[in-house]
RNA sequence: UGGGGUGUAGCCAAGUCGGUAAGGCAACGGGUUUUGGUCCCGUCAUUCGAGGGUUCGAGUCCUUCCACCCCAG
């Protein structure tokens, strides 16, 4: 019985590989290539190699860049084109990470994966494995993990999920182990310079141009240059200046008009989420879920109605209106996540 | 051409009995952040349409001129 560990050359997937291997498990480290080729690629794998060998890990070398092209990159850039906000972090997690990467990883004899996700697997009495917020409130990635299908989730392993980002490095290095990159890099991976406007213009793919900018009685106010630059909830960008901040309150595709107005009027009684993976059966769902529409944002009491894939949510607080393309979690009160889909609407 | 109104940073806009230029928006910079965003912090008028005058001191008073707006015609 082996477990495959995926390291990126970060400190949290090193600390998985150094915590795993502490507990004596028979590892495998793998290292996913998602990238173009760059400059540093070889100095990169060498060093990650080097430091398996420390560890005593075998390591291996995956090339999904092809897959990753195709279930990541290429729909993030047609989502936008069609004026959605996808959420690549949260695609690649289900399709690449715990969907490619877990197969290929099995076909090297590992029947489990492990990664540096700061979230948990929690033994529920009735609901059996789930998938539950990391112990460290501010660095809990579950949000993004919530689209990964349970079957897959019940042969991964987080061993940092009950462990606070902060206390990382400082016990990395009594551990004697140091990342390959320096810097924790954020931002859409395979985004240069956290530019997703370049990126999208430099895709080759014809993005829809120019429109009116118009409050929500049709009030126009000025001209945008694309929907696809914009998003909703958004304040910087719009160059308007009004007597209160301005936000977008939504993308007309039909009219290729941005909608905007005050802070107040983004408030919102419900959304709809498509596509959705249930974790839990949403039947054995508490009466109140809480719902997380953004990463990094508090998750909010709603009421629940389940149609097949489809949820639509009825919020029992003020909540933001929710972002076409976004995710939608589901939690229970106790921060088991229960389900997760895409915002529609 | 008569009558009225307005002119303060890119936009909106406070400026009281004259005392040495609020605030909002936008923009820019930084922080937070495994998506987009949000949020937080910082920067942003030696100068108040132009000239002259009164005054120790004027955006604030007087005066001339200029520009724009509205109602008349």
Redesign the pocket.
Known sequence: MKTAVAV?G?M?SLLALALLKGQGRDLLAVHGLFLPPGPQDGEVLAALERQCRTLDVDFEVLDLRREFQREVVTP?VRAYASGL??????WC?PRIKFGILLDRVNGLGADRLA?????RMAEHGQWGPTLQRGADP??D?S???SLVPRDRLERADFPLGGRF?NDTPAFLSELGLEPVHSS??????F?PD?D??KFLLESGLSLPGGGNIELSDGTVLGRHDGLW????????????????????LDKDVERNVLVVGP?HELATEGCLARRMNYLVSPDKWPEEVMVQ?????QAKPSRFLARGDELELLFLEPH?K??P???AAIYSSDGLVLGGGVIES
């Not at 529409?293 to 944002?297: E, F, H, I, N």
């Open positions: 990126s970060g949290d993030f906000t996808p959420n690549p972090c949260a997690n990664t540096g996700h700061y979230v501010v660095k990635q949000y993004f993990l980002k924790e890099s954020q931002e859409i991976c985004v956290d997703y406007r630059r914009h998003t909703q909830g958004q304040r910087k960008g719009l160059g308007i200046a009004y007597s209160e901040p301005l936000y977008v802070g529409t953004r990463y990094r944002q933001a929710p972002t393309g976004q995710v």
